[in-house]
């Protein structure tokens, strides 16, 4: 049911009561109704979703489940929003997706801001419009003026032309005289500054001249002037949207809340509250919300994204865990013993706040330029103004007239459109191929890239593990660890019984299954024990160094099942890329020395560090940087983050943890890693075009600004150095490849 | 010269309107998702829950 139809049916209902006070009580009933099934609005990303087929076989899929009111693809964001009732989650939705072939990652429903920046985006292009429609009816009526109009005819036409372009000056320069008057305010000469003078000081004069019946009126110029510099504006507002409502939107993973046993009783609350000493429970699959003892149940724990150690832990009593570990298979009862601020969770928080401000800002081109710029168009106008006043006795008149044609032929418009175009047709391109640039000039540190710096678990690999030895064992010993791994929600059991259903194998008939927490799963077979799990449980003698769960059978050699941590698509590509791009490739990783070894060789890395701890990665990085290098670094865990933002430039997964994501530049969208070597290679062909744009706008400057200062410059020679720049560069931005 | 008079409004009017359509198209969302409208025309079945 739609809401205009709810809201049809609660009218009728109020049109047959007979009391005014009446007619007020089923509209108030309408409100409970629409919010008892009101909007659960839920925003998925869509990575891989590229066609027409995509959109119907998405809707289709997510529309099929129950409680899903509506679902619509947004092929330019990637994105589907789905109504749903409220007690629709966005697991199963997830899953619905997956199973139909598409990749798919909550995004916060943080609709406020993302209509706010919709709101501005609409505010902008109707801005743009505005000023697109005066531009055109302007210019046709300069035309005429141009051609030779005269007298009477020419001040019609610049008052028409006035009466459009006045209105279209004030309202669509409205966010160049506010961020000129922000800038101005506290001391600065940004871009907008010398934008803002020349429009104003070509409207004015225009006006003046139309007044006084003169010749050049410049009412064309302010207009075309406002709409090229919207356009630049726009491009750029829309770069920065699109990456703002994907990658910072991304739903958190940490737990805002913590099951604590008080009194006897258990409660939920938020983990501000918690204090050291008290009694937190943790159930299977859910993440340790406070550094802590265990003091009851065993279980196993993923740190990877802690530590980046790949092998799940054991934890019983005394064993010590920190907050944003994984708990795999047993319920765990922990003592608090640093929560909030102290946890080890936030000292990684510390650790990146201090590596933000230790790394340089960096400053844009785009910046640059402006710098270099403003003050040098002001001194050129006022000097012009100067020199005619003296050079014909204190005509202001033609003074004013020959510093506004300067201010508004060297009016920066190739130069506001020049990074904006590049930026946009790049990160377009990159969008295509799944990366999304989160941050303006990430691009433009990208192209300055010459060391890569890789993290390994969850980056470079999977971090979900891979049967690696299924045929060395006899049909129905695989047979029972199936049936016996399926029992079990351990990620290794789980990676066993996918591979050995995707070989053809049915469950062996094993009864009383039972999950003993930290250590394994135990069945009858055959009137014989079996047991799946860890080496020492089982019997099993020596560490194989790889990662492995053991089966034994009664009596029988234990046998192991072996996994190796499954390789991320496109990770091989991505390096022989780079590599073949002349960049310096390093490892680094938290796991053990064994496990890094081994996908350094196969991936040809000679120069890898493992076991490294959080502080240490960031610490190379400060390091290379000190050697000059300029480094790029890929990583998804906690652990990495404040690597990640030591580094020059940053790519983090979209699988990554909500801080990581946030501590990068750049996020993956997809599984595939081949991308990067692409990023790369565009980011630098997109440096040399903002390059190449600044040098276009400059020498259309050098040819007209002499042309200004002698005072040789009409109405129209202004015209066409503006819209030829503009034109010229944009052209330039879109020859990327 | 005398049409100018009436040729100069009748211009201003029509490119008036064609800003208003511009606005109403703005208003309901149309620029959103140019990508995905593309797209749209190419599939066969018929869009029964066009974005409100």
Same mark, same amino acid.
Request: charged share 20%; net charge negative; hydrophobic share 40%.
């Given at each position: 049911m739609t809401i205009a139809e709810r809201i049809e049916t609660g009218e009728t209902a109020g049109g047959i009561s007979a009391c005014p006070a009446c007619v007020a009580a089923p509209s108030a009933e309408r409100l409970a109704q629409m919010a008892a099934g009101g909007d659960a609005r839920l925003m998925l990303s869509i990575p891989t979703a590229h066609c027409a087929a995509c959109i119907s076989t998405v809707e289709h899929a997510l529309q099929a489940l129950p409680g899903v009111r509506s679902a619509r693809v947004n092929l330019t964001m990637k994105r589907v929003s789905v109504d749903a009732?409220? +007690?629709?989650?966005a697991a199963p939705l997830i899953e619905a997706l997956n199973g139909v072939g598409y990749e798919a990652h909550e995004l916060d429903a943080g609709l406020l801001s993302a209509t706010e920046t919709d709101r501005q985006g609409r505010d902008l292009l109707m801005r743009l419009g505005v000023a697109f429609f005066s531009m055109m009816n302007v210019m046709l009526l300069s035309v005429a003026v141009w051609s030779g109009a005269g007298d009477a005819t020419r001040d019609m036409f610049h008052w028409i032309s006035g009466a459009i372009a006045l209105p279209t000056v004030v309202f669509a320069g409205q966010p160049f005289f506010k961020s000129a008057w922000a800038s101005l305010r506290v001391g600065r000469l940004g871009m907008d500054v010398p934008i803002s003078l020349a429009l104003i000081l070509a409207s004015g004069i225009s006006l003046f001249e139309t007044i006084h019946s003169g010749h050049h009126a410049y009412f064309d110029a302010a207009v075309m002037l406002a709409f090229f510099l919207l356009l630049g504006r726009y491009l750029d507002h829309r770069t920065r949207a699109v990456a703002r409502s994907a990658a910072e939107e991304l +739903? +958190?993973?940490?737990?805002?809340r913590a099951t604590v046993l008080r009194d006897g009783e258990e409660l939920v609350v938020p983990i501000s509250d918690l204090a050291a000493g008290e009694l937190v429970r943790v159930r299977p699959g859910?993440?340790?919300?406070v550094d802590g003892v265990v003091v009851e149940g065993t279980s196993e724990i993923d740190r990877s994204l802690l530590t980046g150690e790949s092998l799940p832990a054991w934890a019983g009593p005394n064993s010590v865990v920190s907050a944003g570990e994984v708990n795999l298979t047993g319920p765990l009862m922990l003592r608090v013993t640093a929560a909030g601020r102290d946890s080890s969770l936030h000292r990684m928080a510390d650790l990146v706040a201090v590596a933000e401000s230790a790394k340089t800002k960096y400053t844009s081109l785009a910046e640059r330029a402006a710098r270099a710029y403003s003050p040098l168009v002001h001194l050129l106008s006022f000097s012009a103004f100067g020199y005619w006043m003296w050079a014909t006795g204190g005509d202001i008149r033609f003074a004013v007239n020959i510093s506004a044609a300067v201010l508004i032929i060297t009016c920066p418009c190739a130069l506001g459109l020049a990074v904006p175009a590049v930026v946009t047709a790049a990160s377009g391109k990159l969008f295509r191929k799944g990366l999304l640039i989160k941050d303006g000039t990430a691009l433009e540190r990208l192209a300055e890239v010459d060391t890569v710096v890789f993290d390994k678990?969850?980056?470079?690999?999977?971090?979900a593990p891979e049967l690696t030895?299924?045929?060395?064992?006899p049909r129905q010993a695989t047979e029972v660890a199936l049936a016996l791994a399926l029992a079990s929600g351990h990620p290794l059991a789980q990676a066993l019984a996918q591979a050995a259903r995707a070989a053809g194998l049915q469950p062996a008939p094993v009864t009383d299954l039972r999950e003993v927490p930290g250590y394994g799963i135990e069945g009858q077979w055959r009137d014989q024990t079996v047991r799946l799990g860890r080496a020492g449980w089982c019997g099993a003698e020596g560490d194989l160094g790889v990662t492995a769960t053991w089966l034994c059978t009664g009596d029988r050699q234990p046998r192991p099942f072996t996994f190796t941590d499954r390789l991320r698509p496109g990770a091989e590509a991505a390096i022989a890329g780079l590599r073949a791009e002349g960049k310096a490739i390093r490892l680094i990783s938290g796991d053990t020395e064994g496990a890094v070894a081994a996908l350094a060789a196969r991936l040809g890395i000679t120069d890898y560090t493992s076991g490294a701890l959080p502080a240490e990665k960031a610490a190379l990085l400060a390091d290379l940087t000190a050697q000059g290098r300029r480094v790029l670094m890929v990583g998804d865990g906690l652990n990495d983050t404040a690597a990640l933002a030591a580094a020059h430039v940053s790519i983090s997964p979209a699988s990554a943890l909500d801080a990581a994501r946030t501590a990068?530049?750049?996020?993956?969208?997809?599984?595939?890693? +081949?991308p990067i070597a692409d990023a790369t290679r565009i980011a630098r062909q997109s440096a040399a075009r903002i390059k190449e744009n600044f040098g276009i706008s400059a020498l259309y400057n050098v040819i007209a600004v002499p042309l200004a200062l002698v005072g040789a410059a009409t109405p129209l020679a202004a015209a066409l150095a503006m819209s030829l720049s503009s034109i010229s560069v944009t052209l330039n931005a879109l020859r990327l490849k | 010269m005398e049409i100018l008079t009436i040729l100069i409004p009748v211009s201003l009017f029509l490119g008036g309107i064609g800003l208003a359509a511009f606005f109403w198209a703005l208003k309901r969302g149309q620029f959103d998702d140019p990508q995905g409208d593309a797209s749209r025309i190419l599939t066969t079945e018929y869009d029964d829950q066009p974005k409100r």
């Open positions: 009732d409220p +007690a629709v989650d +739903a +958190a993973l940490e737990v805002p859910g993440r340790m919300p678990t969850g980056t470079l690999t999977m971090g030895n299924l045929g060395d064992h990068s530049d750049i996020v993956l969208l997809g599984q595939d890693m +081949a | -």
